[in-house]
């Protein structure tokens, strides 16, 4: 199972940003699907996640402004990003809670996508 990210780049203070990030390869089942953020001190941090009903949790500094959503598959999750200030700039990475049929879960990563805020 991979994860691809993409839809990071540069954007200006205020602009809006979406990210994507697909699955490929076989995975019984996907729980929670979530988006982490890493700064230049390489601290990584939750920003928002989904779980498979829909239930989204996001982190203090973001609410309101970002919102996360997964299609009607499953298989991939979304960060839609709006009002983008400078301390949002990070390198942002996607992860996947999957199940196999015994009912074990692993984790996932997909590669970061870096998004940076500036004028």
């Known amino acids: 199972v991979q994860l691809q990210a993409s839809g990071g780049g540069l954007v200006q203070p205020g602009g809006s940003r979406t990210l994507s990030c697909t699955t490929s390869?076989?995975?019984?089942?996907?729980?929670?699907m979530a988006w982490y953020r890493e700064n230049s001190e390489k601290q990584r941090d939750l920003v928002a996640v989904i779980s498979s009903d829909g239930t989204s949790n996001y982190e203090d500094s973001v609410k309101g402004r970002f919102t996360i959503s997964r299609d009607d598959s499953g298989n991939a999750v979304y960060l839609q990003m709006n009002n983008l200030k400078p301390e949002d700039t990070a390198v942002y990475f996607c992860k996947i809670v999957g199940v196999y049929g015994s009912g074990i879960t692993y984790d996932v990563w997909g590669q970061g996508t870096l998004v940076t805020v500036s004028s």
């Open positions: 390869g076989y995975i019984f089942r996907i729980d929670d």
